[in-house]
């Protein structure tokens, strides 16, 4: 008889130990459902601590202050991130007052992925979804959520942006796009015409080998663009790049640097910006028109150097000060036309100038384009009014 009750007490502590484990692993509501893995597995990364305990209530409604904690926790953002994106998220989207929408979720995530602050979507864009149009502010996040194939079959067809985004949904959605793998790393080398790159995350590990699909998406930090006949251009040896990957499949490209054309735009910002800081009105005016008698050659020196020293490239110095544009056509050539027409919103004229080769156009568009940002630069303005 021994034998008998040792083997029932076995039996038992095993039975109280599997009831145990099942209670602490898992929440008491979500037996079945069909977000039943994905739920289960969050849960497990330690997710939704502080979110939900015995019930998750896999219809109910996620509520904005949850969709914040439960994006902070999988994505490890500071308090100081979190505040910064829930602010984003309020600019761009009318907050609904009973819980987060589904458009409102996709841009959040869309976000965190990669896109960061981009909302307009590159040409080559169009809606996936018959209840989805391009003005609405959320429809990049929802077209990558879409094309990085996150979101779950009932939403094929149609998305339902402004629909209270469920739960169940929400950890859905979440549980897949942590599944990607990111790949970091410096492009060690293109091949098959842009088709393949090499990239390797340190000197001494070997390069994996991605594929290049028409639907890839490349993000800088001025830039969205749409994958083009001209894949080496995007990517080149040398380069810092951070990859989704599904399947050695490169699905969003980050990018650390910019292309030629944002780097100029980029440098006459900033040189705007200074011009505006050290000239008068008067020497502005002498600057745009030329009129260098006016100017004095001394301040054109001055003008220089504070340049230099606040960061401006000395190319892009000497290009404001002597009004030098020939001096960026070779370097421009070779990318402005692939890359004007995706960057740029500008006027028709420009980009038929880039197409057409009519590299004159351009570049005294470049000039009219820093004339219009000096004269209409916040400090000219307080000048003007005082």
Same mark, same amino acid.
């Given at each position: 008889?021994?034998?008998?009750?040792?083997?029932?007490?076995?039996?038992?502590?095993?039975?109280? %130990?599997?009831?145990?484990?099942?209670?602490?692993?898992?929440?008491? +509501?979500?037996?079945?459902?069909?977000?039943?893995?994905?739920?289960?597995?969050?849960?497990?990364?330690?997710?939704?601590?502080?979110?939900?305990?015995?019930?998750?209530?896999?219809?109910?409604?996620?509520?904005?202050?949850?969709?914040?904690?439960? !994006?902070?926790?999988?994505?490890?953002?500071?308090?100081?991130?979190?505040?910064?994106?829930?602010?984003?998220?309020?600019?761009?989207?009318?907050?609904?007052?009973?819980?987060?929408?589904?458009?409102?979720?996709?841009?959040?995530?869309?976000?965190?992925? #990669?896109? /960061?602050?981009?909302?307009?979507?590159?040409?080559?864009?169009?809606?996936?979804?018959? +209840?989805?149009?391009?003005?609405?502010?959320?429809?990049?996040?929802?077209?990558?959520?879409?094309?990085?194939?996150?979101?779950?079959?009932?939403?094929?067809?149609?998305?339902?942006?402004?629909?209270?985004? %469920?739960?169940?949904?929400?950890?859905?959605?979440?549980?897949?796009?942590?599944?990607?793998?990111?790949?970091? /790393?410096?492009?060690?080398?293109?091949?098959?015409?842009?088709?393949?790159?090499?990239?390797?995350?340190?000197?001494?590990?070997?390069? %994996?080998?991605?594929?290049?699909? /028409?639907?890839?998406?490349?993000?800088?930090?001025?830039?969205? %663009?749409?994958?083009?006949?001209?894949?080496?251009?995007?990517?080149?040896? #040398?380069?810092?790049?951070?990859?989704?990957?599904?399947?050695?499949?490169? !699905?969003?490209?980050?990018?650390?640097?910019?292309?030629?054309?944002?780097?100029?735009?980029?440098?006459?910002?900033?040189?705007?910006?200074?011009?505006? +800081?050290?000239?008068?009105?008067?020497?502005?005016?002498?600057?745009?028109?030329?009129?260098?008698?006016?100017?004095?050659?001394?301040?054109?020196?001055?003008?220089?150097?504070?340049?230099? +020293?606040?960061?401006?490239?000395?190319?892009?110095?000497?290009?404001?000060?002597?009004?030098?544009?020939?001096?960026?056509?070779?370097?421009?050539?070779?990318?402005?036309?692939?890359?004007?027409?995706?960057?740029?919103?500008?006027?028709?004229?420009?980009?038929?100038?880039?197409?057409?080769?009519?590299?004159?156009?351009?570049?005294?568009?470049?000039?009219?384009?820093?004339?219009?940002?000096?004269?209409?630069?916040?400090?000219?303005?307080?000048?003007?009014?005082?």
């Amino acid at each position: 008889m021994r034998p008998t009750k040792l083997t029932a007490g076995v039996v038992v502590l095993v039975l109280l %130990t599997f009831l145990s484990a099942t209670g602490l692993a898992a929440f008491a +509501d979500i037996d079945g459902i069909w977000a039943e893995s994905a739920i289960l597995t969050l849960e497990e990364q330690g997710l939704f601590e502080g979110l939900w305990d015995s019930e998750f209530a896999p219809s109910k409604s996620l509520s904005h202050a949850e969709a914040q904690q439960l !994006l902070a926790a999988a994505f490890q953002l500071t308090e100081e991130e979190s505040t910064e994106l829930a602010a984003w998220l309020n600019q761009l989207l009318v907050a609904h007052p009973e819980g987060i929408t589904r458009g409102e979720f996709a841009s959040l995530l869309g976000s965190l992925l #990669g896109l /960061g602050e981009h909302t307009e979507a590159p040409k080559g864009f169009y809606p996936s979804f018959s +209840d989805l149009n391009m003005d609405y502010p959320g429809f990049l996040g929802i077209e990558l959520l879409q094309r990085l194939a996150l979101l779950p079959t009932h939403m094929v067809g149609r998305f339902e942006p402004y629909r209270l985004i %469920t739960r169940a949904e929400a950890a859905y959605i979440l549980d897949q796009a942590l599944r990607l793998d990111e790949i970091s /790393g410096v492009v060690e080398e293109v091949q098959n015409d842009g088709r393949q790159v090499v990239v390797k995350a340190s000197e001494e590990g070997e390069g %994996t080998v991605l594929t290049i699909l /028409g639907e890839t998406l490349y993000v800088s930090p001025g830039s969205l %663009t749409k994958d083009t006949l001209n894949k080496e251009e995007k990517l080149r040896p #040398g380069q810092k790049v951070e990859i989704l990957v599904r399947d050695n499949q490169a !699905l969003l490209v980050k990018l650390e640097e910019a292309g030629t054309v944002q780097a100029l735009i980029q440098g006459l910002n900033k040189a705007t910006q200074v011009l505006a +800081d050290i000239l008068t009105p008067a020497q502005i005016n002498a600057l745009i028109t030329g009129n260098w008698e006016e100017l004095g050659e001394e301040v054109r020196y001055q003008v220089y150097e504070e340049l230099v +020293d606040r960061g401006v490239a000395p190319w892009e110095a000497e290009a404001a000060i002597n009004q030098d544009w020939s001096s960026l056509q070779l370097m421009l050539q070779e990318r402005l036309t692939a890359e004007t027409a995706e960057y740029l919103d500008v006027a028709p004229e420009l980009i038929n100038a880039a197409l057409n080769r009519n590299w004159t156009q351009v570049l005294e568009y470049a000039q009219v384009e820093l004339a219009q940002r000096l004269l209409t630069s916040e400090w000219l303005q307080n000048v003007m009014d005082n």
